[in-house]
């Protein structure tokens, strides 16, 4: 596949450093970071987690880790963690939950990715050992599976509260939190505390070639960090990339609102065209089209290709496309003109 000038859609983590945090990352001072000796990656995590309210963060190398890292901490095996059909750490996390922490998942179906206060108080399992214990519940904002929506704050803020009056652990898959704080207004220091612990991807929507900070208490943070160490994600002179994670929080976060407007253009012209059925609610920067029957997922996706543009299958009869800060003016006007059929 050629990529150079093609305009990659597929996913927001196909972004490259711009010259600017390329710039910044080689100016990082630099240490052991497993001795925590590491003044840049101490830098961006206290940052990251003061943004939010947070004692303390811990700098990753993905997503997947910061989630996966804060199940094993919570879960013990036989546990149980509520989450959407929909969430990521159940879809697209390799299994990890049974893999990592050996515990069971609930989960409730609904299309959106949302989940409401009644249906988690519904799942919670009564104390009875026949159950498994419900551990943990962990949500996720924006939704990737549920077209990028934000998560309403008023449910956050009833389902926060009720998990801390039954001392019922509460976890944000945030990968994509930066677009919906920056879709709704609410501020980083509201939400933060409403959870015990959150996920945040630099490598998406912020820009940088790579990484994750998970943030919490003090104590939490600690217990993470040891199992970070014990899956082998303790990493060293890693400054140069906490730096670029730096870079992003202070030049990347405002602009989000260009990718947002970018893929409202793009969901009308989908909406447009006669192979396409519907299109889900464009709230930030995913577009997730349904193709009509008889139509084919991978003909669309081959025929947007001819044309340079890169989209991807999202289950079936679904396509999706992301806006991000390498998909310019110009690229989105090609696309829609490409949409044309
Ligand atoms: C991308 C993503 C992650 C993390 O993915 P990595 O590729 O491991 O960084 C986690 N949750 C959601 C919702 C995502 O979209």
């Known amino acids: 596949m050629?990529?150079?000038?093609?305009?990659?859609?597929?996913?927001?983590?196909?972004?490259?450093?711009?010259?600017?945090?390329?710039?910044y990352m080689m100016d990082a001072e630099l240490g052991d970071d497993v001795f925590e000796d590491d003044p840049t990656v101490k830098k961006f995590e206290e940052k990251t987690a003061q943004m939010f309210g947070k004692e303390a963060g811990l700098f990753c190398s993905s997503g997947t880790m910061t989630n996966q890292i804060a199940l094993m901490v919570y879960l013990k095996p036989g546990d149980e963690v509520i989450c959407s059909r929909e969430a990521h750490i159940y879809n697209y996390e390799g299994g990890g939950i049974a893999r990592n922490s050996g515990a069971s998942v609930r989960l409730i179906n609904r299309s959106s990715g949302i989940i409401y206060l009644e249906e988690i108080i519904d799942n919670i399992n009564p104390n009875d050992i026949h159950y498994p214990?419900?551990?943990?519940?962990?949500?996720?904002n924006t939704i990737n599976r549920g077209g990028g929506v934000c998560y309403p704050i008023k449910e956050i803020e009833r389902i926060s509260n009720y998990c801390k009056t039954e001392n019922i652990p509460l976890h944000l898959d945030g990968a994509r939190l930066f677009n919906a704080l920056v879709k709704t207004g609410v501020k980083a220091n509201h939400i933060g505390p409403l959870f015990d612990s959150i996920s945040l991807c630099f490598s998406k929507g912020l820009g940088t070639p790579v990484g994750s900070v998970l943030i919490g208490s003090k104590d939490f943070i600690q217990k993470a960090r040891r199992v970070r160490k014990v899956i082998g994600g303790g990493m060293r002179q890693v400054g140069m990339l906490a730096a670029a994670g730096i870079y992003a929080l202070e030049n990347n976060i405002d602009r989000l609102s260009i990718d947002h407007y970018h893929a409202e253009l793009l969901a009308n012209a989908l909406s447009n065209c006669s192979w396409i059925e519907k299109v889900m609610n464009v709230e930030t920067n995913i577009v997730v089209g349904y193709l009509k029957e008889n139509y084919q997922t991978e003909e669309?996706?081959?025929?947007?290709?001819?044309?340079?543009?890169?989209?991807?299958?999202?289950?079936?009869?679904?396509?999706?496309?992301?806006t991000h800060l390498d998909v310019s003016k110009e690229d989105v006007e090609k696309v829609i003109s490409s949409l044309k059929f």
């Open 133 to 140: 214990v419900t551990s943990l519940v962990s949500l996720e």
């Open 300 to 322: 669309f996706i081959d025929r947007l290709k001819n044309d340079g543009i890169l989209a991807i299958p999202f289950g079936k009869g679904r396509v999706r496309m992301v």
């Open 2 to 23: 050629k990529l150079k000038n093609n305009i990659d859609l597929r996913s927001d983590t196909v972004t490259k450093p711009s010259i600017q945090m390329k710039a």
